[in-house]
C-alpha cells in the first residue's frame, strides 16, 4: 500500500489524479520488491541445509596464547579477544559444522615474534590431530631482512604464504608499490607462495597496482576488501555516514577480479555487520558482488575466528553464508567452501 505521508486526498484536477496513480504504482512496486526479497532470502533459508553438508576448508583461521606471545594490537582489543584462543576452542567453535580442514592466518604479531609464530604453526601442522594443515605467517615485506626470513620456510610445505596487514597507522598508503616491498613480493611467487591483501577498502587500487606488476605472484584478497557491511544499506537505515565509497569499492573489487593472479575470500565482514538487520540483507550485495566478479573457481571461504565473534559466532557466521549461497549452483558451493581452497593452498588429502 502507498505510505499515508505520500498521497494527498485532494484530487481535483487530471494531473493530481495521475500524480496519485503514478505514487501508488511506485509503491505497490516497492512493496512486491521487498516481499519478492523476503521470500527469497525465505527460500535461500530453506535450501542452506543442502549446503551445510559440504565439508568445509576454512581458511583464515586465528589462534594466539597469550602465555607465549602478546599480539600487541589486542591491548586495546574489545575484551572478548584479550585472552588465549586455542585448538580446543576452535573444535568447539566448529563443532558440528563439517570444517576439515583449516589454514591458520597470522595475527600482526611484533616482528620480533615472526619467527616463533611461523616455528609453532609448523609444529601443530605436523602434529596432526587438528584440522589445521597450513599457515599464512607474518612478515614484513619492505624489510631488508625479508629474503633470508621468508627463505628459511622456502621447502617449508606447511607455509603457504604470507601477510602484512596494511590498513594499521604503521602501514602508509602506498607501502606496498615501495621497491623493497615489490622486490619481497617477486621472491614469494619464486617460492610458490602467496600474499594475502589486508588493506583499507579505499586503497584497494594499491592491491591491483601489485598484483599486476608482480604477475607471477599470487594473491588474495582478504576479507571482502575489507568492505563494510553498512556502507551497502540505504542512508535511513544506516543513518551514519559511510565508512567507504560502496560504488568505488565494486569498481576495484571488479578490477582485482580481472587479475588471473588474484583470488577472494569471503571472510572476515560479519565481524561488523549490524546487529539490527539480518546478516543475509546486510552481507549478501557485498558477497554476491565478489562471487559474482571473481567466478567461481577464485573465491575461498575463511571463518576469521575469533575474530568473527565481535560480531556472530562462527556457526552463525556459516548459516549465514549457507543461506546467500543456497540458490547457487552446488558444485559452485563446494568450490567455495571445499574444492578451491584445497587446491589454491596445495593441501594434503
Not at 595475527?107 to 596432526?128: F, N, S, W, Y
Not at 563494510?228 to 544499506?233: D, K, M, Q, Y
Not at 560480531?311 to 540458490?327: F, P, R, V
Amino acid at each position: 500500500m502507498p505510505s499515508q505521508q505520500s498521497v494527498n486526498p485532494n484530487f481535483d484536477s487530471t494531473s493530481s489524479r495521475r500524480q496519485f496513480l503514478a505514487v501508488t504504482a511506485s509503491a505497490l512496486v516497492t512493496s512486491a520488491v521487498t516481499s519478492a526479497a523476503s521470500v527469497n532470502l525465505a527460500a535461500a533459508q530453506n535450501s542452506a541445509g543442502k549446503s551445510a553438508a559440504i565439508p568445509i576448508v576454512d581458511t583464515h583461521q586465528h589462534l594466539w596464547d597469550l602465555s607465549k606471545i602478546q599480539p600487541p594490537w589486542l591491548s586495546a582489543a574489545p575484551k572478548i579477544l584479550s585472552r588465549t584462543y586455542e585448538l580446543a576452542e576452535y573444535a568447539k567453535a566448529t563443532e558440528g559444522l563439517n570444517v576439515v580442514q583449516a589454514v591458520y592466518m597470522e595475527v600482526d604479531v611484533r616482528p620480533e615474534d615472526q619467527t616463533k609464530e611461523a616455528d609453532m604453526l609448523i609444529g601443530i601442522c605436523r602434529a596432526g590431530g587438528s584440522p589445521t594443515v597450513g599457515a599464512v605467517i607474518s612478515g614484513r615485506p619492505g624489510d631488508e631482512t625479508f629474503a633470508a626470513y621468508i627463505q628459511a620456510y622456502g621447502n617449508t610445505p606447511e607455509i603457504k604464504g604470507v601477510r602484512q596487514v596494511l590498513h594499521v597507522e604503521s602501514a602508509p598508503q602506498g607501502l606496498c608499490l615501495q621497491p623493497q616491498f615489490l622486490a619481497s613480493i617477486q621472491l614469494l611467487g619464486e617460492l610458490g607462495m602467496s600474499f594475502d591483501l589486508c588493506m583499507r577498502p579505499s586503497e584497494l587500487s594499491d592491491g591491483l597496482a601489485l598484483a599486476k606488476q608482480r604477475p607471477e605472484t599470487r594473491f588474495v584478497v582478504d576479507h571482502c576488501g575489507n568492505a563494510s557491511p553498512a556502507a551497502f544499506l540505504s542512508e535511513t537505515v544506516r543513518k551514519d555516514a559511510p565508512k567507504h565509497d560502496p560504488a568505488k569499492w565494486r569498481d576495484d573489487i571488479s578490477a582485482l577480479a580481472d587479475c588471473r593472479n588474484v583470488i577472494c575470500k569471503i571472510s572476515g565482514i560479519i565481524a561488523s555487520a549490524p546487529q539490527d538487520i539480518p546478516f543475509a540483507e546486510s552481507l549478501a550485495p557485498i558477497i554476491n558482488h565478489c562471487l559474482d566478479r571473481f567466478g567461481p573457481d577464485r573465491v575461498v571461504f575463511g571463518g576469521d575466528w575469533p575474530v568473527c565473534l565481535l560480531g556472530a559466532s562462527y556457526k552463525q557466521w556459516i548459516q549465514t553464508l549457507h543461506t546467500i549461497i543456497a540458490n547457487r549452483p552446488m558444485a559452485e558451493q563446494k568450490k567455495l567452501l571445499h574444492g578451491n581452497a584445497k587446491k589454491f593452498y596445495r593441501l594434503p588429502e
